[in-house]
């Protein structure tokens, strides 16, 4: 048997280690032309997929299933002496809606018919929250009752219809749809066209718009989100261009009120005027600022719990709207 060739194993361990090499500062370029730019440029407020649960349960015995030093909140509540009895429906809904109807169950539902364990509410309990898309999956599918959302999108419509399930869209409440800047950003305001020209590619850099030389990086939502199917009605006919450079620039995003204005403070973000008009709550309730739309409790047409048209005339009286005023939205 001959010797091991020095030369050759040399050789070879020189490839080995330029193949290391050379994948290790590949890894590291794309960190810092892509990875790093993202992280600095979102903060932790708003990289959260949503509302936390614990911090708007309806019940004290909803606290009470919070691990040892863990805190939370409960959901505003009015009094009242309407009650349901027999078969309660499922609540379900988006997100940023969650405070709304953890509110309702806390004014109207018994105690014993929420169960939280922990971080999730358990299968039984009468209230539930996937978010939109699967609020909108658990509606059609019987698994939800009511939820609450935006309006559909094209793709929820159509499971619907496939399913052969007609859904009844009962506005119960107002809100604004915003978009959002960097703090730091010298942009206040914008027209209503000048947004639609960023989203369609029409204006790729601030400094067209009175900003900073800097790219404008479009963010967008995930699909059938509420916010996302908000902003392609928003958009209408006019389609939105992907935006090859995201990694790149300052960035503008697009959500609901609520949502945006508990991150405001700390997420180093800011909502812009549209029109010269500003979101706050007065100029919502005025229909002042232009994007102002409502949001729906869905149940399916032919449900035949006697209990859901019960729950939706409550959520409309003046004790039901008080919630809604209370957790922070404009009522109908």
């Not at 996937?130 to 939820?147: E, M, P, S």
Request: glycine share 10%; charged share 20%.
């Amino acid at each position: 048997m001959g010797g091991i060739d020095k030369t050759k194993l040399k050789k070879q361990l020189a490839l080995l280690f330029a193949v290391i090499l050379v994948f290790g500062l590949l890894d590291l370029s794309i960190y810092l032309l892509f990875t790093q730019r993202v992280i600095k440029r979102q903060s932790t407020g708003m990289l959260a997929k949503s509302v936390e649960l614990k911090d708007f349960l309806p019940f004290d015995s909803c606290l009470d299933a919070l691990p040892e030093g863990v805190s939370g909140g409960l959901a505003e509540r009015v009094d009242t002496d309407f009650r349901l009895e027999g078969e309660l429906p499922v609540m379900d809904g988006a997100a940023a809606l969650y405070p709304v109807f953890s509110g309702i169950a806390a004014s109207v539902y018994p105690v014993d018919s929420v169960s939280f364990n922990d971080t999730h509410f358990s299968p039984g309990s009468r209230l539930q929250m996937r978010n939109t898309r699967g609020a909108y999956k658990a509606i059609v599918d019987g698994d939800a009752d009511i939820v609450f959302c935006a309006g559909p999108s094209n793709e929820q419509l159509a499971y619907a219809a496939e399913k052969g399930v007609e859904l009844e869209l009962v506005p119960i409440g107002r809100e604004a749809f915003v978009f959002v800047v960097n703090a730091n950003n010298p942009v206040d305001d914008l027209s209503i066209e000048q947004v639609r020209g960023i989203y369609s590619g029409q204006y790729t850099n601030w400094e067209q718009l009175g900003g900073e030389k800097k790219h404008i990086s479009v963010l967008q939502r995930n699909p059938g989100s509420g916010s996302q199917s908000s902003m392609l009605r928003f958009m209408g006919d006019t389609p939105i261009k992907d935006d090859k450079f995201s990694f790149l620039g300052s960035s503008i995003g697009f959500s609901f009120r609520y949502y945006v204005s508990s991150l405001s403070a700390s997420s180093g973000v800011k909502m812009l005027s549209l029109n010269g008009v500003y979101p706050s709550p007065e100029n919502i309730r005025s229909e002042k600022y232009p994007i102002v739309s409502n949001f729906y409790a869905v149940c399916r047409k032919n449900d035949r719990n006697p209990n859901v048209k019960s729950l939706l005339d409550w959520i409309l009286s003046p004790e039901g709207q008080k919630i809604i005023e209370l957790s922070g939205y404009a009522g109908v």
